[in-house]
């Protein structure tokens, strides 16, 4: 670092936090260490009596870190995402609108393997609401190595939000006693807050015994009504009576899992019929928990992603979701 006169200091970045004292009102940083001192500064650094200051001197290949911040939000953004000015050497990325995240984990471990930078995010495949803080990105010293930065640059856009797209749904309560009119539906009200959340119209609604064939017909006519995805609750374990599973394969459905590693939910069924209109088999945890694995799958579906058995694989690394 060095001295400098203040007059002279524009462009020159400050090595601490200057405070200014108002007799009677505050006291606090007016400036703050890595201020890049600007021209519209001065006038108010020699009220507070500051005559000289100590800088940081930036050498050819180094910048400073909210540059250095700026030019990692540039380049990782995609769609629905924005950030603003850096604050103490920080850039935040937020989201442009609901959707769902996606994060570039093989991009984003590169760039945090390359020295002094540090970004951190959300877990990829969060259902996020506009506003919502998804990452920050900035560098660890005041000044860093432009090639650094170079490096991470090179790696492109590696955080987006997707959209959430409201499908019409068909929902059909499997379980001889709510068919039967021996208890109400209390599984069918869960389900429909749920889709509400994420503007789902609901455009068929029905009760099925617990008969694989009057499931099936159920669904067949579903996908008559125009439903974009369709829900069957109930009715998903091994006990001889529960035919939902099998009602799902024999609609014709290609199965793409039936159970995953993810606690409460793991009796969970998703296939696709047509080619990409999701079905889903919805354990009773649904009901009952506040979070089940149909919680994670759902917005997925929604944005638009069509899901393998991997991804379910995966889910198992902070499955257990239970409280």
């Keep these: 670092m060095k001295v400098v006169a203040t007059a002279d200091a524009v462009g020159l970045v400050l090595c601490h936090d200057l405070t200014r004292i108002v007799p009677g009102e505050s006291k606090g940083p007016a400036f703050r260490k890595g201020h890049v001192v600007k021209a519209e500064d001065i006038p108010l650094l020699l009220s507070m009596g500051r005559e000289h200051l100590y800088v940081w001197e930036v050498e050819p290949g180094t910048i400073h870190e909210e540059e250095a911040g700026l030019r990692l939000a540039k380049a990782a953004v995609g769609g629905g995402v924005v950030f603003g000015a850096p604050v103490e050497g920080k850039v935040s990325l937020k989201a442009e609108y609901p959707g769902l995240l996606r994060i570039d984990v093989a991009k984003l471990e590169a760039i945090n393997g390359i020295g002094e930078i540090t970004v951190a995010t959300r877990r990829d495949r969060t259902p996020v609401d506009a506003g919502m803080l998804l990452a920050g990105c900035k560098v660890t010293p005041l000044v860093i190595a432009e090639e650094q930065i170079v490096q991470a640059e090179a790696q492109g856009a590696w955080v987006q939000v997707k959209p959430f797209r409201p499908l019409k749904t068909g929902l059909i309560v499997t379980g001889s006693e709510v068919f039967k009119g021996r208890i ?58 529960d035919a939902t599973p099998g009602a799902i394969r024999q609609s014709g459905a290609r199965i793409v899992t039936y159970g995953a590693p993810v606690l409460p939910g793991s009796m969970f069924m998703l296939g696709y019929l047509d080619g990409d ?38 889910m198992g690394h902070g499955g257990l979701i239970h409280k």
């Design 184 to 241: 109400p539906d209390k599984f069918g009200p869960v389900v429909e807050a749920k889709l509400a959340h994420f503007g789902c119209p609901l455009v068929y609604k029905a009760y099925s015994d617990d008969q694989a064939s009057m499931t099936v017909e159920k669904i067949a006519e579903a996908r008559a009504a125009g439903a974009e995805l369709i829900l069957c609750t109930g009715g998903m374990s091994v006990d001889p009576d």
């Design 277 to 314: 209109l999701p079905i889903m088999g919805l354990p009773g945890a649904v009901m009952f928990e506040a979070q089940t694995l149909f919680d994670m799958v759902l917005p997925i579906v929604l944005a638009g992603e069509v899901m393998t058995k991997q991804d379910f694989v995966r």
